[in-house]
T-cell receptor, first 115, second 115 residues
Framework: GQNIDQPTEMTATEGAIVQINCTYQTSGFNGLFWYQQHAGEAPTFLSYNVLDGLEEKGRFSSFLSRSKGYSYLLLKELQMKDSASYLCAVRRPSYSGAGSYQLTFGKGTKLSVIP | SAVISQKPSRDICQRGTSLTIQCQVDSQVTMMFWYRQQPGQSLTLIATANQGSEATYESGFVIDKFPISRPNLTFSTLTVSNMSPEDSSIYLC????????????FGSGTRLTVV
């Protein structure tokens, strides 16, 4: 089966740094995505890692270790608007057709940013 | 990345009835995905829809309950049939703009309440 684990909830202070971890065990791997989802809205793309290492994009960075089945999302200089759910998702081969892929999501981490 | 128009945005339906959700993409895409997000949960893949072939359903989802159409490369529908209160969820369509960094784009979602 597919297993993607991330903490259910986290709380951090405005201006601080927070790291959200994700571990995965999936049948096949073709990249890991992080999405942000505000309540009542659709997920929006944050980052994509397919090779080991750190990808930095403004206040957000994402790290991947394929050998450890591990990723984290790092949010710096937290703002109140960063309060949202953060979803870790693994892209893996789909049986829908040759060369096709699908996303499997973790349960999401609800981040609350407090003043 | 693609822009997806999904409708209806929300609906309240009587049990035993059916609702068809539509997704229109502003560019041609090979694969479209339908997800369900139950209250407080992450996204679960229902099925993958390829143009010109039958949809591929994930474990726990069947065509009789969730028939899908994919008449062309820019459009798909998902029908939730013979609804019960347990079908109350957010339903989202998604496309894979898979050039890696663009990630998967989601429609705005359909919030369904079955009474």
């Amino acid at each position: 089966g597919q297993n993607i684990d991330q903490p259910t909830e986290m709380t951090a202070t405005e201006g601080a740094i927070v790291q959200i971890n994700c571990t995965y065990q999936t049948s096949g791997f073709n990249g890991l995505f992080w999405y942000q989802q505000h309540a009542g809205e659709a997920p929006t793309f944050l980052s994509y890692n397919v090779l080991d290492g750190l990808e930095e994009k403004g206040r957000f960075s994402s790290f991947l270790s394929r050998s450890k089945g591990y990723s984290y999302l790092l949010l710096k200089e937290l703002q109140m608007k960063d309060s949202a759910s953060y979803l870790c998702a693994v892209r893996r081969p789909s049986y829908s057709g040759a060369g096709s892929y699908q996303l499997t999501f973790g349960k999401g981490t609800k981040l609350s940013v407090i003043p | 990345s693609a822009v997806i128009s999904q409708k209806p945005s929300r609906d309240i339906c009587q049990r035993g009835t059916s609702l068809t959700i539509q997704c229109q993409v502003d560019s041609q895409v090979t694969m479209m995905f339908w997800y369900r997000q139950q209250p407080g949960q992450s996204l679960t893949l229902i099925a993958t829809a390829n143009q010109g072939s039958e949809a591929t359903y994930e474990s726990g989802f069947v065509i009789d309950k969730f028939p899908i159409s994919r008449p062309n490369l820019t459009f798909s529908t998902l029908t939730v049939s013979n609804m019960s209160p347990e079908d109350s969820s957010i339903y989202l369509c998604s496309v894979d703009m898979s050039t890696g960094n663009y990630g998967y784009t989601f429609g705005s979602g359909t919030r369904l309440t079955v009474v």
